[in-house]
Structure formats: C-alpha cells, structure tokens
C-alpha cells in the first residue's frame, strides 16, 4: 500500500532527516536512480552490488533504504539485526514481478541439469530458489568462476542475460522478464540524437534490449557508467539508463554534458523508473521517525535466500577461484 504522505508543510525536511538519523543511528543507502534530493541526503549513493555490500557491513541500527523493495529484502537478507525501511513499500520492479516464484520452480524442475544464475531483482523468494546472485557489476565475473560444460538458467531479466550471452559465449536458457524502463529506449531515436552529437559517446545498460546496447561504446552496471562519464575525455556524454543517474555526473564533472538517450516521443522523461519515484524526503522522514514501512523476513526463508546472496558476495569479491565451483557445489532446489 503506497504510503500516504501527511501536510509537512513548514517542516525543514532536511534538517529533520538529519536529526532523525543522527537520534536513530541510522544510515541513509540510496541507489543512482532515486531523485537528486534523496541522493543528496544520503550517507552512500551506489549501484546494487555496492549497496548490498554496505547494508552487511554497516554498524547503524537502521538502514533507511531509498531504492526498491527488492534492495532493501537484501539488505535485510543480509543484515538480519538491523531494522530496515523502505520509503514506499510499493516501490516495486517489473523484473521481479515477471518471475513469480511458483513459476521459477517449475522452470527449474523443467531443467533439473541447470543451475540457477539469478539476477539481484527479484523476490527473496526467488533468491531462496536460486543457486547465485548476480548484479550487473558482478554477472561477467560470477559468470567466468562456472565451469564451461555447466549448463545456465538465468532469470529474470532476458536483455542482460542475452548481453552476458553474447559477451562470453555462453549458452543460457533465459527467463523473459524485462525492466519496463531500459525496454523505453527508441533505437530510431538514439540513431537520430548521435549523428547530431556524433562525437558523443553512448553509454548503456546491459538492462537494455540489443539494438540498444549494440550503439554503446560502454555497456555496464550504474556504477560503471558514472565512471565512465567522468573519465572519457569527451565532453558530452549520450546516457542510456535511468536519467536520475545524471545528478551525479553533472556534481563529479559540472563543465560536461550529458543527454539522457531518448524514448520513442523523442525525450528521456518516460525513462524514469515509476517504482524509484515514489521514494520522497517527506516519506523518508516519515519513514525514520516511524521505523515503518518496514522489512521483515522469516527466518526459514531468509536464511535460503542468504545462500545464493553469500555466493554473489564471494564470488564478486574473487575469493572463489576460477573453475572452482562445479553443480556439485550446488545444492539443487527444484
Ligand atoms: P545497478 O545499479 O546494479 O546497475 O542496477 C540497475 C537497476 O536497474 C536497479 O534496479
Ligand atoms: Fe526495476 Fe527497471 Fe526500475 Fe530498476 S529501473 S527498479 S530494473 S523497473
């Protein structure tokens, strides 16, 4: 149920937050898609992979999450101790509402040899179903540390595991989910805005659908393109992602130029995600004087869940080697 926001007016948001977070010992995790003034306030901005690691490694009480309700299931996954909020408990994800868990399970009893490689946004149920998580920072490494003749599920979201397909050659069944954001981007469209900025690099998510990705000069996790765009040397910058991202871009590296890419009315606007939107200061700061909305796990469920998360964790951070997990390291859950 979105939360409904009450008459704030002549409060200082701001200051408020700040108070509140100082008395609750919390910390403020924000992921680069969410408004400039969240962003602003946070005590860490980061792609998914960055900001799991964070929740498990924080020593706050509370971690406000201004993200989607699949980031702050991690986070509570991870760090069970803490008391997690999100600021709009509706703040969901087309990709995870495309792969319901009744369904993942038949797929993986339909293909029993198969180990399950799953992207970060989905249910905790689905995690608790699957044998790794992945984010789009870590896929490609996680990716390499599987024996070659291992054969793949990978669910949910069928443009980046059609892009890790095609990048490492390996074969995988694909569930057919999509993020209805990156899926906006109009190839007509970015075509026309790069022969009027032909010097401008594109830079894209691998959430994005081919004939997207195949213009990019730089494919990777939100994380990735912000390093991307402040280290090129050009001086404008074609950003195929969630156009909140450019907040940042525009702090780190004020005298370059970013241009959202486009959707098919020719603008950026429809490439907001609706799920990040409806984080705002007034629900953050209803949210921390509350402690409410807030995530709760059951432990049978959550300790499933922490498995294949763990796994994403060591294999991201390199501490398995490469051929080092095999199926039967895998405990099958079909
Ligand atoms: P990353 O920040 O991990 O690249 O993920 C993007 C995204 O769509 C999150 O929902
Ligand atoms: Fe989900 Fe796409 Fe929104 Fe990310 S941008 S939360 S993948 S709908």
Same mark, same amino acid.
């Given at each position: 149920m979105t939360v409904q926001t009450e008459? =704030?007016? *002549? =409060? %200082?948001l701001r200051a408020e937050i700040d108070r509140l977070r100082k008395d609750r010992n919390a910390i403020i995790l924000a992921h680069y898609y969410q408004k400039p003034e969240i962003q602003d306030i946070a005590d860490f901005v980061g792609d998914s992979l960055e900001l799991s690691r964070k929740a498990a490694e924080? %020593?706050?009480?509370v971690i406000a999450f201004c993200g989607v309700k699949f980031m702050a299931e991690t986070a509570k996954i991870l760090s069970p101790q803490k008391t997690v909020v999100l600021p709009d408990l509706d703040a969901g994800c087309s990709l995870e509402d495309s792969c319901p868990p009744d369904k993942f399970k038949a797929f993986r009893e339909a293909n029993p040899d198969h180990i399950a490689l799953t992207y970060i946004n989905c249910s905790t149920e689905v995690k608790a179903l699957s044998d790794i998580i992945v984010t789009s920072s870590s896929a490609e490494k996680i990716l390499s540390q599987i024996p070659e003749d291992q054969p793949i599920i990978f669910s949910p979201d069928k443009h980046l595991g059609g892009y890790l397909a095609r990048k490492t050659g390996r074969d995988m069944l694909l569930?057919? *989910?999509?993020c209805i954001v990156h899926e906006k981007f109009s190839e007509t469209e970015l075509i026309k805005l790069k022969a009027e900025y032909p010097d401008a690099p594109i830079a894209a998510h691998p959430e994005c659908p081919a004939h997207i990705v195949e213009h990019a000069d730089h494919v990777g996790s939100t994380s990735s393109i912000l390093k991307f765009a402040k280290e090129t040397p050009a001086d404008t910058v074609i950003i195929a992602t969630e156009p909140h991202i450019i907040h940042q871009m525009e702090k780190a590296v004020p005298e370059k130029t970013f241009i959202g890419a486009p959707g098919a009315d020719g603008? #950026? /606007? #429809? /490439?907001? #995600?609706p799920y990040m939107a409806l984080n705002t200061m007034e629900k953050l700061y209803m949210a921390l004087r509350d402690l409410e909305p807030r995530i709760e796990i059951e432990e049978e469920l959550r300790l499933e869940a922490k498995k294949s998360l763990d796994r994403m964790m060591e294999m991201s951070s390199g501490t398995v080697g490469q051929g080092d997990l095999g199926p039967k390291d895998l405990a099958h859950k079909g």
């Amino acid at each position: 149920m979105t939360v409904q926001t009450e008459n =704030l007016s *002549g =409060l %200082d948001l701001r200051a408020e937050i700040d108070r509140l977070r100082k008395d609750r010992n919390a910390i403020i995790l924000a992921h680069y898609y969410q408004k400039p003034e969240i962003q602003d306030i946070a005590d860490f901005v980061g792609d998914s992979l960055e900001l799991s690691r964070k929740a498990a490694e924080t %020593d706050a009480e509370v971690i406000a999450f201004c993200g989607v309700k699949f980031m702050a299931e991690t986070a509570k996954i991870l760090s069970p101790q803490k008391t997690v909020v999100l600021p709009d408990l509706d703040a969901g994800c087309s990709l995870e509402d495309s792969c319901p868990p009744d369904k993942f399970k038949a797929f993986r009893e339909a293909n029993p040899d198969h180990i399950a490689l799953t992207y970060i946004n989905c249910s905790t149920e689905v995690k608790a179903l699957s044998d790794i998580i992945v984010t789009s920072s870590s896929a490609e490494k996680i990716l390499s540390q599987i024996p070659e003749d291992q054969p793949i599920i990978f669910s949910p979201d069928k443009h980046l595991g059609g892009y890790l397909a095609r990048k490492t050659g390996r074969d995988m069944l694909l569930w057919p *989910g999509v993020c209805i954001v990156h899926e906006k981007f109009s190839e007509t469209e970015l075509i026309k805005l790069k022969a009027e900025y032909p010097d401008a690099p594109i830079a894209a998510h691998p959430e994005c659908p081919a004939h997207i990705v195949e213009h990019a000069d730089h494919v990777g996790s939100t994380s990735s393109i912000l390093k991307f765009a402040k280290e090129t040397p050009a001086d404008t910058v074609i950003i195929a992602t969630e156009p909140h991202i450019i907040h940042q871009m525009e702090k780190a590296v004020p005298e370059k130029t970013f241009i959202g890419a486009p959707g098919a009315d020719g603008n #950026c /606007n #429809c /490439n907001i #995600c609706p799920y990040m939107a409806l984080n705002t200061m007034e629900k953050l700061y209803m949210a921390l004087r509350d402690l409410e909305p807030r995530i709760e796990i059951e432990e049978e469920l959550r300790l499933e869940a922490k498995k294949s998360l763990d796994r994403m964790m060591e294999m991201s951070s390199g501490t398995v080697g490469q051929g080092d997990l095999g199926p039967k390291d895998l405990a099958h859950k079909g």
